[in-house]
């Protein structure tokens, strides 16, 4: 599975960036062959306050029908709206995804009693 995330930091006018992600979104969201949507508010850090205030998540099943979605018309058309942001306020990301339902690592965990014990 495959993804693109858009980090967003935190806004100066939050009020300003509700609108124009609303659009954002409503255009993402008709982009062909989505298998799974994620919206992430950040809520904070360790450290206090996060510079990220939040993260865009959309899945598709490979790489080749995530490209196919941002270069078709409406995937170019929400890319264009996302430049609508200010400048180095966002970041772009693709990533590949691994993922076990309930697996487990097959490094031994340093914590759990062996047999000999």
């Known amino acids: 599975m495959y993804k693109f995330m858009i980090?967003?930091?935190?806004?100066?006018?939050?009020?300003?960036?509700e609108r124009?992600?609303?659009?954002?979104?409503?255009?993402?969201?008709?982009?062909?062959?989505i298998e799974r949507r994620q919206v992430i508010n950040?809520?904070?850090s360790p450290?206090?306050?996060?510079?990220?205030?939040?993260?865009?998540?959309?899945y598709f099943q490979d790489r080749?029908?995530?490209?196919?979605a941002l270069m078709s018309p409406i995937?170019?058309?929400?890319?264009?709206?996302?430049?609508?942001?200010?400048?180095?306020?966002f970041e772009i990301l693709f990533a590949e995804i691994y993922e076990e339902a309930?697996?487990?690592?097959?490094a031994p965990?340093?914590?759990e009693p062996t047999e000999k014990e």
Do not use: C, K, W
């Not at 124009?20 to 062959?33: A, C, D, K």
């Not at 080749?64 to 196919?68: I, P």
């Not at 170019?76 to 306020?89: N, R, S, V």
């Open 75 to 89: 995937g170019q058309e929400a890319g264009a709206e996302l430049y609508q942001f200010p400048q180095f306020t």
């Open 42 to 44: 950040v809520m904070g």
């Open 109 to 111: 965990n340093p914590y």
């Open 7 to 17: 980090i967003f930091r935190q806004p100066v006018d939050v009020e300003t960036f």
């Open 47 to 58: 450290m206090g306050r996060s510079p990220y205030y939040r993260i865009l998540e959309i």
């Open 102 to 106: 309930g697996g487990r690592s097959i």
């Open 20 to 33: 124009h992600y609303v659009q954002l979104l409503g255009l993402v969201e008709r982009m062909p062959n």
């Open 64 to 68: 080749e029908t995530m490209e196919a």
